[in-house]
């Protein structure tokens, strides 16, 4: 692929943009990305482009948004490529920019749940460093990104 892949943060604007993404996805993918088929709405992309009590991050090639990768402030996040730009690297690139992302915003830790037939997610959760949990019907990934230090003063008083 001789495009460039260009990750960065949404802006408000973009909501249209992350609306014809989300629209072009099939039923299989959004059964992935939400385990159970939905349609987002108008207002579900404005929100996601909000940045409100999330960050948003896109990623863009020849300027058509090709994946969005969201972290929520309790360190949850979601990612969605367009099918025809999977394998590619953009994935793993998403969710690299959210371990930063979360580093940079003070969290400890990093997850993701989703179903055990996501194979690509699941793939890039191996391959980042991620602890995975099966179950009968999700998968639960996990990432500490650092611990509290606690100082403690073992001093004693006299």
């Known amino acids: ?13 973009d909501w249209e943009k992350i609306y014809q993404l989300y629209n072009s996805l099939s039923d299989e993918d959004l059964y992935l990305r939400f385990f159970h088929l939905y349609r987002i709405t108008e207002e579900d992309a ?7 009590d999330h960050v948003t991050f896109l990623a863009e090639v020849d300027g058509k948004v090709v994946g969005e990768a969201s972290l929520h402030k ?12 999977r394998a590619l690297g953009i994935g793993t690139l998403l969710v690299k920019t959210l371990i930063e992302e979360a580093k940079k915003s003070g969290l400890n830790a990093i997850r993701f749940y989703t179903l055990p037939e996501n194979t690509p997610m699941i793939k890039i959760g191996r391959k980042l460093g991620f602890r995975l949990r099966f179950y009968e019907d999700e998968v639960y990934g996990e990432m500490k990104l650092m611990e509290k230090e606690v100082n403690v003063n073992l001093a004693t008083s006299p």
């Open 1 to 13: 692929m001789s495009e460039q892949i260009k990750i960065r943060k949404a802006i408000k604007e």
């Open 46 to 52: 404005k929100r996601i482009a909000s940045n409100e």
């Open 74 to 85: 309790d360190g949850e996040f979601s990612l969605v490529v367009d099918r025809n730009y």
